[in-house]
C-alpha cells in the first residue's frame, strides 16, 4: 500500500515538476567554453572558432541560468543569419528550439523543432523534443484549465454564501 501511495506521489510531483529528459549544463562547464572561445578568436582558425562558438552555444541553452539560455539564443540566432551548411543550419535551429523551451516559450520551440524535422525527418533528437514540448504544452492547458475552474469555485461558493447571509 505505502509503494502505491509513494508512486502516486512521485507522479504528481513529476507531473508539476516538468520531467524532461534535456540534458542540463553547468556553470563551470560554460566559464571553460568561454575561455575555449577567446582562445580560439585569438589563435584559431574560422572553423575552430565557429565550433567552440557551437559548443558554446550548446552550453548556454542547456544551462539552468535564464540569462545564459537567453545569450545562446542570441547567440544562435546571429549565427543563423551567416550561411553555413544545412546539417549545421538543423543543429542551430534544434539548439534554438531547446532554449525556447527552456524560457517557456513552448510554441516557438515546436516551430523550431517542426522546421528541424522539415531537414531530417527522421531525426529522433528532434521527435523526442517535439513530444517534450507538445506534452508541456498540453500539461500547462490541463494546470490552466485547474486553476480557472478553482477560481471559478471559489467566486460562485463566495457568492452563494453572500447570498445566504442576505436571507
Known amino acids: 500500500m505505502e509503494a502505491k501511495i509513494g508512486k502516486f506521489f512521485e507522479s504528481v510531483g513529476s507531473f508539476f515538476g516538468g520531467g524532461d529528459q534535456i540534458p542540463w549544463c553547468d556553470r563551470d562547464i ?49 549565427s543563423l543569419a551567416n550561411s ?26 515546436r516551430q523550431l523543432v517542426g522546421q528541424c524535422l522539415e531537414i531530417q525527418p527522421d531525426w529522433r533528437q528532434a521527435e523526442t523534443l517535439k513530444k517534450t514540448v507538445e506534452d508541456r504544452i498540453a500539461k500547462d492547458g490541463v494546470i490552466g484549465i485547474g486553476i480557472t475552474t478553482a477560481a471559478v469555485g471559489l467566486i460562485a461558493g463566495g457568492i452563494a454564501a453572500a447570498m445566504s447571509r442576505k436571507k
Open 84 to 109: 553555413s551548411p544545412p546539417l549545421q543550419q538543423k543543429e542551430k535551429i534544434y539548439l534554438l528550439a531547446v532554449g525556447y523551451y527552456r524560457c517557456g516559450n513552448y510554441s516557438r520551440s
Open 30 to 78: 560554460i566559464a571553460g567554453l568561454e575561455r575555449e572561445v577567446a582562445e580560439t578568436a585569438k589563435v584559431g582558425s574560422e572553423e575552430e572558432r565557429n565550433d567552440s562558438i557551437m559548443r558554446l552555444s550548446w552550453a548556454l541553452v542547456h544551462s539552468r541560468q535564464a540569462e545564459d539560455v537567453q545569450r545562446g539564443i542570441a547567440m544562435l540566432e546571429a
